[in-house]
């Protein structure tokens, strides 16, 4: 019996686990190697006010515009408040932030109004990140499992009380193929969603188990239509959507169309760094207007040492692939980025199951809203990580804390799920076109629609999965299903949600649609 028994090794799973295993037993189990995560390809980096001219309250209030009415406003105060400790506690792990003249180098992104984000390596913020906390894990006697897939989560007397794995690398017909820990606490930090969807930044390890496992153990999953396009993934037929990160608008780089012509200043004040949703979405309409499959992100007019100097990461990749970003305009698109919502959580990362908790992409505090300021991610899995083990070490911190205000509930989701249509058992490239056409960038009724049946009738189609590829295609279907869902219940359009027959937002709908697991626990079984 652990004490701890942390799902995933990105900076929210390892965070918390170094934190933990000052307190207690902790087994950290993670699918692939331990360093492979979103977090190792994170770019620009971490955002904190610990600048003279910045101030918690200003990051608050810029995080707020970001969410587009729905942020959580006691999440983001924690978030922005709790800030500059955990980037002490980074520094303190020996994170080697980037410096200028001995101070710490702080980089402008989309929507901050001042220079508040700490980067590692130029461009290799998460690389750094991952590295240090995996180097720090090695030495706290915590024991680690990888190549470990969770597969369920236990739930005795309405508590969770463990999970079961498997690893591929065992033969099929071998016992210890299938493994059962148990855990006082069990903390969910798989990570986020992008492989749902055609065109990602995501690693392939990004397929929303943690939600999914969530779900079926009764769970309550919140704002998960929520989902943020990144506007600038690099646009090369064939070759995979590779992040061109927001800090290099923030260094000055402009988005032009195929005429050569800048249109993000008719759009929005903030041009090119306005919020992603407004950027991803004017990139999609003059992509649609000239009939093109991209833009361009011109740096051109910009210093060559700086781009090099800055981003050497993504001058090597663009380098690789024939383009050298000092003189050629490069060709992007949105692609599916981050996941919103998620497993819902109070402030302390606990979830409606008691003994069950979640932290980084794969939960929902309600920090982000209805779109994520950038470079808030990274943080938050450090902030909430740090407060799920504050909650369980402290007796002073164990008051209870309500969940959001104003939620919508549906709790009976399984009512959705089409028996009666028979289908071919989907394909993963299936699910992604499906959902990167009707549940992406632009939603609408009919899209929706046929997305959820088709959904519904591919989870009922499926065999009962065996090994990791097969779990991952039904937690992906689940996911996609719920994300349908949901997208077709708010009829407006806010941050990550788009509808193109509601293009407003609507005051009514300032509230959060919260999808209960009850009903899924028992009909997940019945369904397959
Ligand atoms: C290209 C890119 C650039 C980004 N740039 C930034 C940035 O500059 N700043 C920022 O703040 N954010 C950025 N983000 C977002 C940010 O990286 C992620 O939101 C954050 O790293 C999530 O951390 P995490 O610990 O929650 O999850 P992850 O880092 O994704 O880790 C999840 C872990 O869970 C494991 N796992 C998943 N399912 C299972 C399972 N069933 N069983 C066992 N293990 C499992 C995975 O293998 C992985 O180790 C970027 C994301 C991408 C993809």
């Given at each position: 019996?652990?004490?701890?028994?942390?799902?995933?090794?990105?900076i929210?799973?390892l965070?918390?686990?170094?934190?933990?295993s000052k307190?207690g037993?902790?087994?950290l189990?993670?699918k692939a190697a331990?360093?492979?995560?979103?977090?190792?390809y994170?770019?620009?980096?971490?955002a904190?006010?610990i600048s003279?001219?910045?101030?918690?309250?200003?990051?608050?209030?810029?995080?707020?515009?970001?969410?587009?009415g729905?942020?959580?406003?006691?999440?983001?105060e924690?978030l922005?408040?709790?800030?500059?400790g955990?980037?002490?506690?980074l520094?303190s792990?020996n994170?080697?932030?980037?410096?200028?003249?001995?101070e710490?180098a702080?980089?402008?992104?989309?929507a901050?109004r001042?220079?508040?984000?700490?980067?590692?390596?130029?461009?290799a913020?998460g690389?750094?990140?991952?590295k240090t906390l995996?180097?720090?894990?090695a030495?706290?006697?915590?024991e680690?499992?990888e190549?470990?897939f969770?597969?369920e989560?236990l739930?005795?007397?309405?508590?969770?009380?463990?999970?079961t794995?498997?690893h591929?690398?065992?033969a099929e017909?071998?016992?210890?193929?299938?493994t059962?820990?148990?855990?006082?606490?069990?903390?969910?930090?798989?990570g986020g969603?992008?492989?749902l969807?055609?065109h990602?930044?995501n690693p392939?390890?990004?397929?929303?188990?943690?939600?999914?496992l969530?779900y079926?153990?009764?769970?309550?999953?919140?704002?998960?239509?929520f989902?943020?396009?990144?506007?600038?993934?690099?646009?090369?037929p064939?070759?995979?959507?590779?992040?061109?990160?927001?800090?290099l608008?923030?260094?000055?780089?402009?988005?032009?169309?195929?005429e050569?012509?800048?249109f993000m200043?008719?759009?929005?004040p903030?041009a090119?760094?306005?919020?992603?949703?407004?950027v991803?979405?004017?990139?999609?309409?003059?992509?649609?207007?000239n009939?093109a499959?991209?833009?361009?992100l011109?740096?051109?007019?910009l210093p060559?040492?700086?781009?090099?100097s800055?981003?050497?990461?993504i001058?090597?990749?663009c380098?690789?692939?024939?383009?050298?970003m000092?003189?050629d305009?490069?060709?992007?698109?949105p692609?599916?980025?981050?996941?919103?919502?998620?497993?819902?959580?109070?402030?302390?990362?606990?979830?409606?199951?008691p003994g069950?908790?979640?932290c980084?992409?794969?939960?929902?505090?309600?920090?982000?809203?209805a779109?994520?300021?950038?470079?808030?991610?990274?943080l938050e899995?450090?902030?909430f990580?740090a407060?799920i083990?504050?909650r369980?070490t402290?007796?002073?911190?164990?008051?209870?804390s309500?969940?959001?205000?104003?939620?919508?509930?549906?709790?009976?989701?399984?009512?959705?799920?089409?028996?009666?249509?028979?289908?071919?058992?989907?394909s993963?490239?299936d699910?992604?076109?499906?959902?990167?056409?009707?549940?992406?960038?632009v939603?609408d009724e009919?899209?929706?629609?046929?997305?959820?049946?088709?959904?519904?009738a591919?989870?009922?189609?499926?065999?009962?999965?065996?090994?990791?590829a097969e779990?991952?295609?039904?937690?992906m279907?689940?996911?996609g299903?719920?994300?349908?869902?949901?997208a077709?219940?708010?009829?407006?359009?806010r941050?990550?949600?788009?509808?193109?027959?509601f293009?407003?937002s609507d005051?009514?709908?300032?509230?959060h649609?919260?999808?209960?697991?009850?009903a899924?626990?028992?009909?997940a079984?019945?369904?397959?």
């Open positions: 019996m652990y004490d701890y028994i942390i799902i995933g090794s990105g929210a799973g965070f918390t686990a170094l934190l933990a307190h037993s902790v087994l189990l993670t331990l360093e492979e995560s979103n977090t190792r994170a770019q620009g980096g971490i904190a006010a003279p001219s910045d101030s918690p309250r200003i990051h608050f209030e810029d995080t707020i515009s970001a969410g587009a729905l942020c959580d406003e006691r999440a983001v924690v922005t408040n709790e800030a500059p955990r980037i002490r506690d520094l792990l994170v080697p932030f980037d410096r200028k003249d001995g710490l702080l980089g402008l992104e989309g901050h001042v220079r508040r984000v700490l980067h590692a390596g130029g461009d913020t690389f750094h990140i991952e995996c180097r720090a894990l030495h706290a006697g915590v680690v499992v190549s470990c969770v597969t989560i739930i005795e007397n309405g508590r969770a009380v463990g999970v794995t498997i591929d690398q065992i017909s071998s016992e210890s193929r299938t059962t820990y148990h855990g006082h606490r069990i903390v969910l930090a798989s969603a992008g492989q969807f055609s990602t930044t392939s390890v990004a397929t929303g188990d943690g939600l999914a969530a079926r153990a009764g769970a309550e999953v919140a704002d998960i239509e989902y943020q396009f990144h506007p600038t993934a690099l646009a090369i064939g070759q995979p959507a590779f992040l061109l990160s927001e800090a608008r923030g260094e000055g780089a402009y988005l032009r169309n195929s050569g012509v800048r200043q008719q759009v929005h903030q090119e760094l306005a919020p992603r949703d407004i991803s979405r004017a990139i999609s309409a003059e992509m649609a207007k009939r499959t991209h833009v361009f011109d740096l051109t007019h060559s040492e700086m781009i090099k800055r981003f050497p990461t001058y090597a990749y380098r690789n692939v024939g383009l050298d000092t003189v305009p490069l060709p992007v698109a692609a599916a980025h981050y996941l919103m919502g998620g497993v819902r959580t109070n402030l302390w990362g606990e979830t409606n199951i069950l908790y979640a980084g992409e794969v939960a929902c505090t309600g920090a982000h809203g779109n994520r300021l950038a470079s808030n991610s990274l899995g450090l902030v990580g407060r083990v504050e369980t402290n007796a002073s911190s164990s008051k209870p309500r969940g959001f205000s104003n939620p919508l509930k549906i709790h009976d989701t399984e009512e959705f799920v089409t028996r009666e249509l028979h289908t071919q058992e989907p993963l490239e699910l992604r076109d499906l959902m990167w056409n009707r549940v992406g960038l939603r009919p899209g929706l629609s046929e997305a959820r049946n088709t959904l519904s591919w989870q009922y189609s499926l065999p009962k999965p065996r090994t990791t779990f991952e295609l039904s937690n279907i689940l996911i299903r719920l994300m349908a869902i949901a077709r219940q708010r009829r407006e359009s941050g990550g949600h788009w509808r193109s027959d293009p407003m005051p009514s709908w300032e509230c649609i919260v999808l209960s697991g009850a899924a626990a028992r009909s079984t019945e369904v397959r």
